[in-house]
Each structure stands twice: as C-alpha cells, then as structure tokens.
Nanobody, 122 residues
Framework: VQLQACGGGLVQAGGSLRLSCATS????????TGWFRQTPGKEREFVAA????????YYADSVKGRFTISGDNTKNTVYLQMNSLKPEDTAVYYC????????????????WGQGTQVTVSS
C-alpha cells in the first residue's frame, strides 16, 4: 500500500485546512487509515482514524469537535478536515494505513505516507 499526503500549509489561528491521503496498492477487510502528527522533539501522536467502510471513526481528545476524518472509496482517498485550528496544532502530519486496530493504537503500522507540514500562526 502506498500513501500520498498533501494539503498542508500556513493558516491563521481559527482557520481551516483539509489534508488528503491518496492510497494505492489495495486494501483489505479490516483496513483502516489514520492521521498522526509530530513536532520536533516529541513523539508522533495519534490524531484520527477511519475504518475502510467509513462507519467507524476515532479522534484524539485534543481534536474532537474540530477535526473530521472521512473517506471516499471511489477515489481511494481519506480526508482530514481541520477547523478552528490552534497554534498547538502546528506539526508535520502523516497519514498511515494498516489494520484498523493497529491504526487506532498507533502500534505496528506498516504503511506510512510522507509528511505534510501544517503551521498555524497566532
């Protein structure tokens, strides 16, 4: 599975961005896709995940109510709509894919996309 992430950029606090993660190479039953983020000197942290069907989603407490993850299986793309952005959301965002439990747990994930920088100015 190959992942291609895009959509990062510079935005003012309170603004919005939408990240996209295009997947190729096939999926499987129980597949899930998620977003993680990392800032210098810190470990990569879980942001959100969605099941292949799109019926199940999980969010980190820090983004609940502000971020929405969704998938379009016709385009093999997963989106992360980020609203009400805060300076603390500044990070490199990575999309990842594997079995849904692995993505939610953030452990043992095999497939990662390249990062996309999100910078939120105050």
């Amino acid at each position: 599975v190959q992942l291609q992430a895009c959509g990062g950029g510079l935005v003012q606090a309170g603004g919005s961005l939408r990240l996209s993660c295009a997947t190729s190479g096939g999926t499987f039953i129980g597949f899930g896709t998620g977003w993680f983020r990392q800032t210098p000197g810190k470990e990569r942290e879980f942001v959100a995940a969605v099941s292949r069907s799109g019926s199940v989603t999980y969010y980190a407490d820090s983004v609940k109510g502000r971020f929405t993850i969704s998938g379009d299986n016709t385009k093999n793309t997963v989106y992360l709509q980020m609203n009400s952005l805060k300076p603390e959301d500044t990070a490199v965002y990575y999309c990842a894919a594997d079995s849904f439990p692995k993505v939610v747990a953030g452990v043992g994930i095999e497939h990662w996309g390249q990062g996309t920088q999100v910078t939120v100015s105050s």
